[in-house]
């Protein structure tokens, strides 16, 4: 039989893993994206949108007649405003589809994908545990305040470097990477506040295999 005190034990430990931290932000379970994080992934974003939107090998045609006799300008569509507008659009709400990774101290703390706390917590419920943690279950899943605070800090920067993106998408996009021409040329101006930029997730550990020897028992 589980002990009677479980369900209430697992949440208050699972309540103190989430909200331990040094700053007062942290001592109430919130350390919001600083700005190191919040341009490194718009940059992460946006390139991953040009990705999508850079397939079509369309030539599209520019320009505006009133009697339709000057020949309108055709340019190609991967090299065009049109597709920088239509990447542009909506990119930061990519950002909610990110959650926080509580076990992660670093940038990589905003990650898509389930963390693994949360992952422990859903097969907890799944095998019967009753597990409090204050927020109905059904809110579990959806965006915390940090996630939708980066969404708004992604539109600001979207607002304040628009000619910066702009300058990056027709003139150097061939020669180096938007998180560099944006976030480290542009928003970051010291060295300092650029050290989540190097930082990123660690490769899965390969699991052990078991010797040949060995028999499984039945």
Known sequence: MRPKGFPV?????????????DSPEEEQGVRYANRCEACKILAAELEARLGETGKSHDVI????SVDDVKPKKRTEYRRSELRLLESLENVCERV??????????DSTRFAKGM????????GLVDKGVKVDLGIPYELWDKPPVEVTQMKT???????EYEETISDWYFKHQDEKSLKKHL???????????????KEQLAPPKAKKEKPKGDKEEL
Request: proline share 0%; charged share 30%; glycine share 6%.
């Open 183 to 197: 976030c480290e040329d542009n928003v970051l101006k010291k060295k300092a506040e650029r050290e989540c930029l």
């Open 153 to 159: 800090q992604c539109e600001n920067l979207l607002e």
């Open 115 to 122: 963390s693994q706390t949360f992952q422990t917590l859903h």
């Open 96 to 105: 909610l589809e990110y959650n926080l990774h509580k076990e992660r101290s």
């Open 61 to 64: 045609e520019i320009g505006y």
């Open 9 to 21: 034990f697992l949440g208050l430990a699972v309540l103190l893993q989430l909200t331990r931290g």
